[in-house]
C-alpha cells in the first residue's frame, strides 16, 4: 500500500552547510536511525581557530509515537596527527544494527609509513550498552600509502557484528601514474580485527579509478560492492555490481549495468 509521511528529522546544531542527511541508515526492527552530515559547520570557540568542518552523526529512537534524537557522535582529533581538526567528512558513510553503529570518515587523516600525516579515512564503532552509547573502536585504513591519499570509509554497511567499508579511489599502487586506484573493500568484525580484503576481479575489464567499493552491502556471508566506473562491453563507467561470498577471492555473480543503451 501506499507510505504515508510521519515525521522530518532535523539536527539538533543545525548549521549552514552541514549537509544533514547526506548518509542514512535505519536498524533491522525499524526502532532507530543513524543519520550522517559530513560536515557540520561548528563555529570556532577562539577568535585564532578556524571553523570545524569534521562532520557529525546522530541516532534517534522510535518512542512509539515521535523519532527522538538519542545521541550526537562527533570524530575525535588525532594523537599522531594534532593539526587534523577539519574535512574529516566525518558521517560520509553510516550504517546500523542491533546495537552496534558505525560512521565512515573518509577524509580523516592518520601517520602514514614515511612519519607525514595525509588523509587515509576511518571507521568508528559505537556500542548501545547500558541505555549509551560508546565509541568501541576505530578502524584506521591498514593500507597506509606513502604516495597517495585513501578514501578508506567512503562507503560502510553492517550486519550483525560485520562490517564492509568500501576505499573507492584507494588501494595498494597499481603502478599508474595518476592519483587515483581501482578502489579497494575490506570486512572487519565489530571487534575492528580484519577478516578479510576484496580487490577488483582481475579478469574484468579493469582501468584506473574503477571505484570499486564505492558502494557496498553486507549481509550474512555476502557482500555485494558497487563499481560504478567499470566499464563493460566498451562503454565506458557502464558499471558493475559484484557478489562475493565466504572465500571473497573472485565474485560469485558479476552483474554488469543492463541498460547499455548510449
Sequence with gaps: G??????????????????????????????????????????????????????????????????????????????????????????????????????????????????LCDTVGSVYVYHYVGGDWVKANKIINPILDVFYPQDFGFSVDIDGDKISVGDAFGGPDPGGSGPYRDGVVHVYNTNGNLLTTIFPDEIQDNENQLGFGYSVAISGNAVVIGTPYDTHLGWSDAGTVSVYYPSFTSPVQYIPNPVLSH
Excluded at 549552514?16 to 570557540?45: C, K, L, M, Q, R
Excluded at 562532520?55 to 588525532?78: L, M, V
Design 2 to 115: 501506499p507510505l504515508n509521511f510521519d515525521q522530518e528529522l532535523l539536527a539538533s546544531d543545525t548549521h549552514w552547510h552541514d549537509e544533514f542527511g547526506y548518509s542514512v541508515d535505519i536498524s533491522e526492527d525499524g526502532n532507530a536511525i543513524i543519520v550522517g552530515t559530513d560536515y557540520n559547520w561548528i563555529p570556532p570557540s577562539e577568535p585564532d581557530q578556524i571553523a570545524d568542518y569534521n562532520g557529525s552523526a546522530y541516532i534517534y529512537r522510535y518512542n512509539g509515537n515521535d523519532w527522538i534524537e538519542e545521541e550526537i557522535f562527533y570524530p575525535e582529533d588525532d594523537v599522531e596527527c594534532p593539526g587534523d581538526i577539519t574535512y574529516d567528512n566525518f558521517g560520509k558513510s553510516v550504517g546500523i544494527s542491533g546495537n552496534y553503529a558505525i560512521v565512515g570518515a573518509s577524509s580523516d587523516y592518520a601517520e602514514q609509513s614515511n612519519g
